[in-house]
C-alpha cells in the first residue's frame, strides 16, 4: 500500500522523464514519481518487463493502472476529469487510447519529436494569468471605443428627433406582444426612454469600458456594461443589428466570469473563437454563393464592401490568381484550419497568427468597425502565458503574478453552470446551419436565452456583393439647382480617398450601403430620414457630414442611385471613384408629400 498514487516510469527514458516532470508540476504533492529501476522491489507483484513498456500508477487501495489508463489518471488527479470519464465511458476511446499508447511507447523518438513539435522544447502546465489579464485590460479598451462610437450617434438615431425614437417603438412592440415584450426585448429603455437616459447608458458604458482598462471594479464594470449594451442594441433596432454587436455581448458575458480565474473560461472563450470563425466559413459554403464557390469573392470585394480602406483601391487591382488564393485561404482558414484550435499548444498559436495576419489584411483594407480588432482579442487567449511573457517586462509579470485570481470552489461551480448553458447552445448553434433545425431537447435552452444574446449564429460575409450602387441624396430650394448630402465616411464625391475610422462605426452609412441594394419601402428608416432632413432636425443632421442647407432646409428632396466602381490607375490620385446614374431611388418630394410618422416606422 501506498499513501498516495505513485507512478513508475522508465528512468532511463528521456521522453519518459520530460513527461514525468510535466505531471509532477500538475499534480504537485497529490502523487508520488519513481522511476522503475530503483522502485520495482517495492512493487513485487509488478513484472520488470512489463515495467519497461508502459508506466503503471499504483493507487493507496492498491488498484494499479498502466499505459493510457495511467496516464488518464495521474491526468485526474491534476484536476482534468475529463479525459478519464472519456476514457471510462466513451465507446471506444479506451481501446484506441491503449492501441496509440502501446504505438508511441514502442516509438519513443517518434514521441520525443511530436511532443516537441505540438508543445514546444518544455513541457510547462498552462498558465494564462497574464494571457487573462491582457484580454481584459484589451477588451475594456474595446468596450470603451463601442459605447463612445455609440454615444455620438445614438441621439440621431433612435433619440426623441432621431430616425427610428425608441418610445414609439417599445410602446408598438408592448401592443403587439403585450407582457411578453419584456423578455423579447430585454432592455432598460422600459423605465426610460428619454434622449438623457440614452445618452446617459452610452456614458456610463464607456466609463464601465475605462474602468476594466484600468483594472478597478472589473467585474461589476463589466456587469453593468453587458446590460447597458444589451439595452442599446435594443434601442438601437436596425441600427445596432449587427453580428459583431453581438460578439461583443457574448465576449462581455464570459469576461464576467472570466475574472475569477477558472480555466474553464479559456475553454469557453477557445469554443466562442471556434464557432464564430468555422461558421463564417462554413455559411459560406453552404449559401450557395457562386463568388465562394468559385474563389472569386476577392475580385469584386475590396470596391463593394461597405466602407473600404485606403489599401482595398491597390488590393483590387492584384492579379486574379492572388485574388483567388486569398478567397481560398479564408475558406481553408475558417473552416478547416479552426480546429486546430482544439490542438495542443503550438498548432493553436499557429493558428492564431494566421487569423491574426488576415485580420490585420482586413483592417488594411476595409473598415469593420471593432469587430476585427476583438476577433484579434479572441486570438490572445489561444497563446499561453509562456508565449506571452518572452515580450513582457519582468516588473509586469511580478505584479501578475501577485494579483493571480485563485480559482475557489464557487468561482469553479460558477464556470460549470456557464458551461452548462454556453456549450449546448454554442453545439446547437453549430448545428443550425447543417440542418435547418435545432438540437433536440437543446433548442428549448437556446430559444429561452436567445433574447439575452450570449451564445449567438454567426456568419459573417456570406455572399459577396458584385456590384456597387450608391444612393446620393439630394435637396433643392428650387427644383432646379441640386446640392448633395455627403456622409462623412461614405464614398460620395469621386474626388475623395478611402480612410480609416476605426473603431467606429458610422452607422447610418452602414445602413445607407444595405438600403442601396434595396428598395426605400423595404427600409422604412429612409423615409424617416428624408422627413428629418426636410425638417433639419439637429440630432439626424450630425450623422451627416457638411451641412449644405445651413442657413435651411430644403425645400426639395430626391434620391438618385448610382453604380460606383474603383476609378482606373489612369484617373488616380486625382479620382477615387467613378459612377454613372443608375436610376431613382426616391422621387422628388416636399414635407407636405411625405406620410406622417407611424409606429411601424420606429419597427425592424
Known amino acids: 500500500m501506498t499513501e498516495r498514487p505513485t507512478l513508475l516510469f ?18 504537485e504533492e497529490r502523487a508520488a514519481y519513481r522511476p522503475y529501476q530503483e522502485a520495482a522491489a517495492d512493487f513485487p507483484t509488478l513484472a520488470q518487463q512489463d515495467l519497461a513498456k508502459a508506466i503503471f500508477l499504483v493507487e493507496p487501495d492498491g488498484e494499479v493502472f498502466s499505459g493510457a489508463a495511467a496516464t488518464f489518471r495521474v491526468l485526474q488527479i491534476a484536476g482534468n476529469t475529463y479525459w478519464w470519464a472519456f476514457y471510462r465511458s466513451l465507446p471506444g476511446f479506451a481501446p484506441l487510447s491503449e492501441l496509440a499508447y502501446g504505438f508511441l511507447s514502442r516509438h519513443r523518438g517518434l514521441l520525443a519529436a511530436l511532443t516537441t513539435m505540438l508543445w514546444g522544447p518544455k513541457l510547462e502546465p498552462e498558465r494564462m494569468d497574464l494571457a487573462r489579464f491582457l484580454f481584459l485590460r484589451l477588451f475594456g479598451a474595446i468596450l470603451l471605443s463601442a459605447f463612445v462610437s455609440l454615444a455620438v450617434q445614438i441621439l440621431g438615431l433612435v433619440g426623441d428627433q432621431g430616425l427610428l425614437p425608441v418610445a414609439p417603438y417599445l410602446a408598438a412592440a408592448h401592443q403587439g406582444w403585450g407582457a411578453s415584450a419584456y423578455w423579447r426585448l430585454p432592455t432598460l429603455f422600459w423605465v426610460n426612454a428619454s434622449d438623457t437616459a440614452l445618452l446617459g447608458a452610452t456614458i456610463l458604458g464607456a466609463i464601465c469600458g475605462a474602468l476594466v482598462l484600468v483594472n478597478c471594479l472589473v467585474r461589476p464594470a463589466l456587469s453593468l456594461a453587458f446590460v447597458l449594451y444589451l439595452s442599446l442594441v435594443y434601442a438601437g433596432q436596425v441600427f445596432t443589428n449587427y453580428q459583431w454587436d453581438q460578439l461583443l455581448l457574448e465576449t462581455d458575458f464570459l469576461a464576467i466570469f472570466l475574472t475569477a480565474g477558472s480555466p474553464i473560461l479559456i475553454f469557453l472563450f477557445r469554443f466562442l473563437a471556434f464557432r464564430f470563425l468555422f461558421l463564417a466559413g462554413a455559411t459560406k459554403l453552404l449559401s450557395g ?21 485606403p489599401l482595398a483601391w491597390p488590393a483590387s487591382l492584384l492579379p486574379e490568381p492572388i485574388l483567388h488564393a486569398g478567397s481560398g485561404g479564408a475558406l481553408i482558414l475558417e473552416v478547416i484550419l479552426a480546429f486546430m484550435i482544439f490542438l495542443p499548444r503550438r498548432p493553436r498559436m499557429l493558428f492564431a497568427w494566421g487569423v491574426l495576419i488576415f485580420q490585420l489584411m482586413i483592417i488594411a483594407t476595409g473598415n469593420f468597425n471593432f469587430f476585427n480588432l476583438l476577433t484579434m482579442l479572441l486570438c490572445l487567449l489561444l497563446f499561453d502565458d509562456q508565449a506571452l511573457r518572452k515580450l513582457t517586462p519582468a516588473r509586469f509579470l511580478a505584479f501578475i ?40 431537447i437543446v433548442g428549448a435552452l437556446t430559444d429561452a436565452i436567445t433574447p439575452f444574446q450570449i451564445v449567438n449564429p454567426y456568419g459573417l460575409f456570406i455572399t459577396t456583393t458584385t456590384t456597387r450602387p450608391e444612393i446620393v441624396i439630394e435637396g433643392s430650394d428650387d427644383g432646379h439647382e441640386w446640392r448633395d448630402y455627403v456622409l462623412r465616411d461614405y464614398p460620395g464625391p469621386l474626388t475623395r480617398a478611402p480612410s480609416w475610422n476605426i473603431p467606429h462605426q458610422p452607422r447610418l452609412d452602414w445602413q445607407m450601403w ?73 422621387p422628388q418630394v416636399t414635407l407636405a408629400d411625405l406620410p406622417p410618422p407611424s409606429p411601424s416606422e420606429s419597427g425592424k
Not at 454563393?289 to 474563389?295: A, E, F, H, I
Request: with cysteine.
Open 289 to 309: 454563393d457562386p463568388t465562394w464557390q468559385n474563389l472569386t469573392a476577392l475580385d469584386t470585394h475590396f470596391w463593394t464592401q461597405p466602407l473600404p480602406a
Open 514 to 586: 444595405f438600403a442601396s441594394y434595396g428598395s426605400a419601402a423595404e427600409n422604412p428608416w429612409f423615409i424617416s430620414l428624408m422627413r428629418a432632413l426636410l425638417e433639419g432636425r439637429a440630432p439626424v443632421l450630425a450623422l451627416i457630414g457638411p451641412n449644405p442647407f445651413p442657413a435651411h432646409p430644403p425645400h426639395y428632396l430626391r434620391a438618385t442611385l448610382y453604380d460606383y466602381r474603383f476609378a482606373p490607375p489612369a484617373l488616380w490620385p486625382h479620382h477615387w471613384w467613378t459612377r454613372r446614374e443608375a436610376g431613382l431611388y426616391f
Open 10 to 27: 522508465d528512468g532511463d527514458c528521456g521522453i519518459c522523464r520530460r513527461w514525468v516532470a510535466y505531471w509532477r508540476m500538475l499534480t
Open 401 to 440: 503574478e501577485h494579483h493571480r485570481p485563485r480559482a475557489g470552489r464557487v468561482a469553479t461551480v460558477l464556470a460549470v453552470l456557464v458551461a452548462l448553458i454556453t456549450v449546448p447552445v454554442g453545439l446547437d448553434r453549430l448545428w443550425q446551419p447543417f440542418a435547418h433545425k435545432h438540437l433536440p
